[in-house]
């Protein structure tokens, strides 16, 4: 009775992860491409943040944190490997909630033509990939 509902969390959690990666590799590449003027962000922000005079170490930090990270777990976790489900998820649940919560404190929200969805909607999936990854460490527990 338990494999079913452990299959569709899985398959959510794969997903969720695809989505995020996608779309931090999206905005992390495009940091490292343009890293002076990176999408129009504004250079105030730039000037907030500590230690670095470009968007370049941002970039990357976005990447690795919130686009390698889990796609390695997402990857992992379709080839049925046990790893993603000790604590994989959840940690890239944890970065992914991390980093909303970093820029709100950094530069405030919203920010002006940001979507006032954005940055809830990514604290929400990364609140929703813990709980998702806690679940499945839960079922694989009790098997």
Known sequence: MVLRPVRAVRATVV???AVVALSALGG????IADPRGAMGLPTWM???LPVVDTW???GVALVVCNGVLPTVTAVAEVRGRAWPREWGHVTAGAVLLAWPVGETAL???????EPRWLRPGVAGAGVALVVLGLLLR???DLR
């Not at 992390?28 to 940091?31: L, T, V």
């Not at 530069?107 to 033509?113: A, K, V």
């Open 15 to 17: 997903a969720l992860e």
């Open 28 to 31: 992390g590449g495009s940091m």
């Open 46 to 48: 730039r000037e907030r």
């Open 56 to 58: 370049l170490v941002p």
């Open 107 to 113: 530069f405030g929200y919203p920010l002006e033509g």
């Open 138 to 140: 839960r079922a694989a």
